[in-house]
């Protein structure tokens, strides 16, 4: 069962490209999220999506756009990134709909922005 | 506003120590709360969880309690291993239509022999 994937593992661009990182889920949860792991501040909610065909802004979403292909799938698009950006990226999913219920998270990307 | 506040590490510890690490919360209610554990390379996994006051969560000989008094949910184990080196975060979820989580900036703990 391989649970939450994401790719790239690692990647650098150049101040101004543009990439989308790649997120799936193979436990059939409702909800996916994206968040952003920096020193000293722990992660931050970037984008969140309660459900096939729903997505919502999160405590950082300036900057990134999202996509939820289908259930499995969840995308995060940096259109001209920044080297503001350069962090490790998280996908999580959960069942969804239970306020206890557990996030499962995937093995992160690593972002460099130069 | 809702926040999470942990004691700042690196935390050292040798083999066989006593381990706490400190979180306290802000928020409106009383919130589930959560332990995520991060092992060096990998993604947060859920460590533990309590889901209302004075509930004790436990997992891997780790134990943490609801204290809705203090607003606290301190992370103890009482003989770390070197295997338990991590970063540790403490987290509650916002509520409402979604489970949004509050982290707390983590812990790194590191265990020697």
């Known amino acids: 069962n391989a649970g939450v994937t994401q790719t790239p593992k690692f990647q650098v661009l150049k101040t101004g490209q543009s990439m989308t990182l790649q997120c799936a889920q193979d436990?059939?949860?409702?909800?996916m999220y994206w968040y952003r792991q920096d020193p000293g501040m722990g992660l931050r909610l970037i984008y969140y999506s309660a459900s096939e065909g729903t997505t919502d802004k999160g405590e950082v979403p300036n900057g990134y756009n999202v996509s939820r292909l289908n259930k499995r799938e969840f995308s995060l698009r940096l259109e001209s990134a920044a080297p503001s950006q350069t962090s490790v990226y998280f996908c999580?999913?959960?069942?969804?709909?239970?306020?206890?219920?557990?996030?499962?998270f995937g093995p992160g990307t690593r972002l460099l922005v130069l | 506003g809702n926040s999470v506040t942990q004691m700042e590490g690196p935390v050292t510890l040798s083999e066989e120590a006593f381990l706490t690490i400190n979180c306290t919360y802000t928020?409106?209610?009383?919130?589930?709360l959560f332990w995520y554990v991060q092992y060096p390379g990998e993604g947060l996994q859920l460590l533990l969880k309590?889901?209302?006051?004075?509930d004790k969560g436990s997992n891997k000989g780790f134990e943490a309690t609801y204290r809705k008094e203090t607003t606290s949910f301190h992370l103890e184990k009482g003989s770390v291993q070197v295997s338990d080196s991590a970063v540790y975060f403490c987290a509650f979820p916002l509520g409402g239509a979604t489970n949004k989580l509050i982290f707390g900036t983590g812990t790194l703990l590191a265990v020697q022999p």
């Open positions: 309590a889901t209302k006051a004075d």
């Open positions: 436990m059939n949860h409702n909800s």
């Open positions: 999580a999913s959960s069942e969804g709909g239970a306020v206890e219920e557990t996030q499962y």
């Open positions: 928020a409106t209610g009383y919130p589930s």
